[in-house]
């Protein structure tokens, strides 16, 4: 007798499949979903200078206008372009939703993404959008 093995896929190839680039933005989109909030992902380009004009694409945007940017890892380069963002266009709400904001910015440093979030002005939560955003 043979047999089938079923492909599992992970979250992240799922969310692949879905047209998410991880399955931290799947998860947000079903949530969104779910509470019946229209889901506006990568809706919307954002032009930033970093020596030379860049393009920044937020992961979601609420209906209320604050943007939505999920994150499993924060390394430097989005650290340096958040903040570059917020220097550029003080009037954009963007908020972060991490998988572990308690997860170090570098190996060895006492910063979490969090803290790092704390300092330079950004609000923040875990793995859902809080229902207050939403209002």
Not at 41 to 54: F, L
Request: charged share 30%; with cysteine.
């Amino acid at each position: 007798m043979r047999l089938l093995l079923a492909k599992v896929l992970t979250t992240r190839q799922r969310a692949i499949k879905a047209g998410y680039r991880s399955g931290l933005e799947e998860t947000i989109s079903t949530q969104l979903k779910t509470l019946k909030v229209p889901v506006l992902y990568e809706t919307e380009k954002i032009k930033y200078i970093i020596n030379e004009v860049r393009t920044y694409t937020p992961d979601f945007k609420l209906p209320n206008g604050i943007i939505i940017e999920s994150k499993g890892r924060f390394v430097q380069a989005d650290r340096k372009k958040h903040l570059l963002i917020k220097q550029q266009y003080p009037t954009l709400e963007i908020r972060f939703v991490f998988s572990n904001s308690k997860a170090k910015i570098a190996k060895g440093s006492k910063t979490t993404y969090g803290d790092w979030c704390t300092k330079n002005g950004f609000v923040y939560a875990d793995k859902l959008i809080p229902k207050e955003w939403l209002k």
